[in-house]
């Protein structure tokens, strides 16, 4: 395995055509994508482009949905 581990990775996505302009990143969201590549070394530049994306705080049912999901990964294991 390229990550040097047996375990096998799960990745998840979420693609539409349908694209809503007003919408923007949680908060929360954008500052784990720019702790990540802040992480990983990606230049400098990249990490003033992330931090310019205007976001919004994350919605109750944005959290809800995202602990039903985190438990349903839990007990995938």
Excluded: C
């Excluded at 693609?15 to 969201?29: F, H, V």
């Excluded at 530049?45 to 809800?64: G, H, K, M």
């Amino acid at each position: 395995w390229p990550n040097g581990s047996d375990a096998p990775i799960n990745a998840f996505t979420l693609a539409s055509d349908q694209r809503e302009p007003d919408l923007q990143p949680s908060t929360r969201y954008m500052s784990l994508l720019i702790a990540g590549a802040e992480e990983h070394g990606l230049p400098p530049d990249w990490v003033a482009y992330l931090r310019a994306i205007s976001t919004q705080p994350e919605t109750p049912e944005a959290t809800q949905a995202r602990a039903f999901i985190d438990e349903a990964l839990l007990r995938r294991k």
